[in-house]
């Protein structure tokens, strides 16, 4: 048996516009996703602002209750990008210049035809004795390095801020060092299984006992527009333990949750809905009106992988109020040709006070609707909407081909 990895770690976020509320911090609440895996708990997430004071206040208390510091932001060239001078001097050691990381900067000019500028040398600096965490797709390098606090030693790794470069690093460097220093190595996989249709505390109602902390895979759940991702992470010696482990827990899911389950990994509800069209030698038409268009711009982006069943859509006004979804779903499966076709109405007041959204979908085997009531802000409840539409297509049609009634003319 794998053995937990028995240390602690903080997150720090750097930067003014966190600590003022003008951004979200998404960093921390996704690295924390990513030590859960390990099997390292995080205790404490701490911003910071831009300065010197802030910085130094905030890693001398980290250090000094945690194994592992994982901070994000600071690492750029300008005057207030201040985490390596901050390193520096929570460890009480000088910044040296790197040769070999300042050629890389360089370089990475030289290829864009422009000189390197003079502010950009400072990320070639590190504090004597860190080790450099490369940065492939940009210019600001991590800095990796053991500190002392009194009697307590942490592991800091500082990364960039900007997620397309800090995520990579992590996933290419930062977690290989951290399980090479594990005193029981293990493999590490994962598998993400994506769902539809329920929301995520109902979900998690629905699986028995699956997301809680410190099992054994951790299963954890995730929503991003009313899609939600659980992803199972194992532990084991090798390859065969860990997706056995996996396919144990995978298959509790699916049990559970029956269709609410659409795909896997990077599958998003378009891929399932047109894969179910085509599987049933179908082609799919649409019309749409309170959702922006973004009904047929979802179908058409993922038609290519679907073999071009999505034989394409029409975006109405609003002021086209008076039509209905059923209506938009006849006239598109007709003007296009098309075996079904999908409608969404305009938004209306519904009963309870509340904004809803009539969804239709028309084929030979009937007509199928449904209302979706609109919540979150304009540009969420948008997309909630759109892929409820989506979504829709992808049960019923898969429900008419298990049937064996077809859903062609």
Request: hydrophobic residues 45%; negative net charge.
């Amino acid at each position: 048996m794998i053995k937990e990895y028995v240390v602690n770690a903080e997150i720090i976020a750097i930067g003014d516009e966190l600590v003022t509320g003008q951004r979200l911090d998404t960093n921390s609440r996704w690295l924390s996703a990513e030590l859960a895996i390990l099997g390292i708990p995080v205790t404490f997430h701490t911003t910071a602002a831009d300065t010197l004071e802030a910085g130094i206040e905030a890693f001398g208390n980290a250090v000094g209750r945690a194994d592992i510091v994982i901070a994000t932001g600071g690492l750029g060239p300008t005057a207030d990008d201040l985490t390596r001078d901050v390193l520096a001097a929570v460890a009480g050691v000088p910044l040296v210049e790197s040769p070999e990381t300042l050629a890389v900067i360089e370089s990475r000019f030289a290829r864009r035809g422009v000189t390197c500028p003079e502010s950009n040398r400072r990320q070639a600096f590190f504090p004597h004795g860190s080790r450099e965490v490369a940065n492939p797709n940009g210019t600001a390098p991590g800095i990796d390095m053991d500190v002392s606090r009194g009697s307590r030693r942490s592991r800091v790794i500082a990364l960039p801020g900007v997620p397309a470069e800090m995520k990579p690093m992590w996933t290419a460097t930062v977690v290989p060092a951290i399980l090479a220093s594990m005193p029981e190595q293990a493999t590490i996989r994962q598998r993400t299984i994506k769902c539809f249709g329920a929301g995520e505390s109902a979900i998690e109602a629905m699986l028995p006992d699956l997301v809680r902390r410190g099992r054994d895979p951790l299963v954890g759940i995730t929503a991003h527009e009313a899609t939600i991702s659980l992803r199972i992470a194992a532990r084991g010696r090798d390859e065969a333990e860990c997706q056995e482990k996996i396919s144990a827990t995978e298959a509790i899911i699916r049990e559970c949750l029956g269709e609410l389950v659409f795909g896997i990994e990077a599958d998003e509800i378009e891929d399932a809905a047109l894969a179910a069209v085509a599987t049933s030698g179908s082609s799919l038409a649409t019309s749409e009106i309170g959702t922006d268009g973004m009904v047929a711009a979802l179908l058409a982006a993922a038609d290519p992988r679907a073999g071009g069943v999505f034989c394409g859509g029409t975006v109405l006004p609003a002021t086209a109020s008076e039509a209905t979804a059923v209506a938009l779903a006849s006239r598109c499966r007709d003007e296009f040709f098309a075996t079904v076709g999908l409608g969404v109405g305009p938004a209306r007041r519904g009963a309870e006070e509340r904004d809803v959204i009539e969804i239709a979908m028309v084929s030979a085997a009937g007509v199928e609707t449904v209302e979706h009531i609109l919540a979150g802000g304009p540009t969420l409840a948008t997309a909630r909407a759109a892929k409820a539409a989506i979504d829709l297509i992808r049960r019923r049609v898969m429900a008419v081909v298990g049937s064996g009634r077809g859903v062609a003319p």
